[in-house]
């Protein structure tokens, strides 16, 4: 009877090891660079990549706000999936806010992923300065470029970010198992 109980928990273990391996993990890996006026309205794209084993309905939420500058997304929830990149195309307007750099903070929010957080920066300019009549468009390259389908089946390029790996919660389960059968072959 002592054997087939063991036997019963260690193919327990065993099945849950294989139902835990789903892991939800999106972060956000870029966001253009803002450069507006005050009085004024610019657009801007934010990046988030699914880096776990499972998509998920995947929601931008913007913290750190300064008062003065609000953020407008058209479409704040997007399924992500686990190796894609997902683009958000969303504008932010400055009201009456003096010329300077300000920063903001996009998370994602999704049912069991962990924050994927990443500060980004507007730079507000006079409206009669050189960069407020030509502003620079350049991007930040982070790393080696991923081709990624956004959600109208066009290709697009996204920066992959550093390798970054999270076990799942079948790995333990696994080596319990494997610890109790091996404690059983030597009693």
């Known amino acids: 009877m002592k054997n087939h109980f063991s036997v019963l928990l260690i193919l327990l273990l065993l099945l849950l090891a294989g139902q835990a391996n789903a892991s939800f993990w999106f972060k956000v890996i870029e966001v253009t660079p803002i450069v507006m006026t005050p009085h004024s309205e610019a657009n801007f794209t934010v990046s988030v990549k699914g880096l776990g084993s499972e998509r998920a309905y995947v929601e931008l939420v913007f913290k750190n706000q300064t ?3 609000d953020f ?3 479409k704040m929830i997007k399924n992500v999936y686990p190796t894609g990149v ?3 195309n969303c504008s932010v307007k400055a009201a009456d806010v003096p010329p ?3 920063s903001f903070v996009v998370d994602v929010a999704a049912t069991g992923s962990p924050s994927g957080k990443k500060t980004a920066f507007i730079n507000v300019v006079a409206a009669k300065s050189p960069a407020a009549i030509e502003p620079e468009r350049s991007s930040m390259p982070t790393g080696p470029a991923l081709q990624a389908y956004n959600g109208n089946g066009n290709q697009t390029t996204a920066k992959e970010p550093p390798a970054q790996k999270t076990p799942a919660f079948g790995a333990v ?3 319990l198992a494997m610890l109790l059968v091996f404690w059983k072959t030597k009693s």
Do not use: L
Request: overall charge negative.
């Open 86 to 88: 997902t683009q958000y």
């Open 100 to 102: 300077g750099n300000y």
């Open 173 to 175: 389960s696994a080596i």
């Open 72 to 74: 407008i997304c058209p």
């Open 67 to 69: 008062e003065g500058i």
